[in-house]
């Protein structure tokens, strides 16, 4: 019991906030970013998933252009992104130092991960249905609105649910340019200091959120699963009904 004491005792966990501090940075890492990576990542996959040879409206110049930027965003490690990244956090927020500049390069880099996820979903869609619903006279707007996105949500929520877990992991990179963090601190006190009750309060904090965000992720899709619902058949009928008008 006394070299148990003994060693929260030199702990920073119960000397200060950190933890709480890290918490907080660390959600604002996770959830403020993703908020951009799904306003500009879900068009980005459409964008890319219509362009495509075969597509709903192939244009290939247009697809080869967008597949080699991301392509090669997601070719970089990400802690060379964040390094690449700060001249333009600097002109972007003003810094290339601290919280709110470490959501630049998190977007960026997480952007094209999640539009390839919206594109493979996409692709997945039952061609039949595409079919039928051209038949009723649908335009490529409704195809997609009303067709394409509605069949793959499910499996665009899978893929938000990856993205999500993604940007936490990401996050533990942010102390490279000051971002704060459970993973900053984690590295800074827990390794660097051997601070034990901070290395590993900070694992359980980041594991009891990749687990919460899967937990959450896995319900909706199940929610939103079209073939749970019906069997495995084809297409609710009120989809072609959505379309036809």
């Known amino acids: 019991m006394n070299a148990v004491a003994e060693w ?3 702990s920073l966990l119960l000397k200060t906030d950190a ?12 959830f403020v970013p993703f908020v951009f990576v799904v306003l500009f990542g879900i068009p980005l ?3 890319l998933y219509v362009t495509a040879p075969g597509g709903l409206s192939p244009v290939r110049w247009v ?3 967008l597949g080699v930027v991301v392509n090669v965003l997601r070719s970089l490690p990400f802690l ?6 700060w001249p333009l956090g600097r002109l972007l927020v003003g810094s290339s130092l601290g919280t709110v500049a470490a959501m630049v390069p998190l977007t960026i880099g997480t952007v094209p991960f999640l539009a390839r996820i919206v594109e493979s979903s996409l692709r997945e869609v ?15 707007w409704q195809i997609i609105t009303k067709t394409c996105l509605p069949e793959s949500i499910s499996s665009i929520i899978a893929g938000l649910t990856i993205t999500i877990i993604a940007l936490l992991g ?3 990179l ?23 009750p901070v290395l590993w309060t900070t694992v359980l904090l980041l594991i009891v959120l990749a687990q919460a965000f899967q937990f959450i992720g896995d319900y909706f899709a199940r929610r939103t699963d079209h073939r749970a619902r019906t069997g495995g058949g084809g297409a609710p009928e009120t989809s072609l009904q959505q379309v036809a008008g």
């Open 19 to 30: 933890v709480p501090v890290a918490l907080n940075q660390t959600l604002q890492l996770v």
């Open 63 to 65: 697809n080869s252009t």
């Open 8 to 10: 929260f005792d030199d």
């Open 45 to 47: 996959g459409v964008l």
């Open 174 to 196: 942010a102390g490279v340019i000051g971002g704060g963090g459970l993973g900053d601190l984690a590295i800074r006190y827990g390794a660097r200091s051997y601070d034990g």
């Open 170 to 172: 990401f996050s533990a």
């Open 126 to 140: 039952d061609s039949g249905k595409i079919d039928a619903a051209r038949v009723v006279g649908a335009t490529r």
């Open 80 to 85: 060379v992104l964040v390094i690449a990244l």
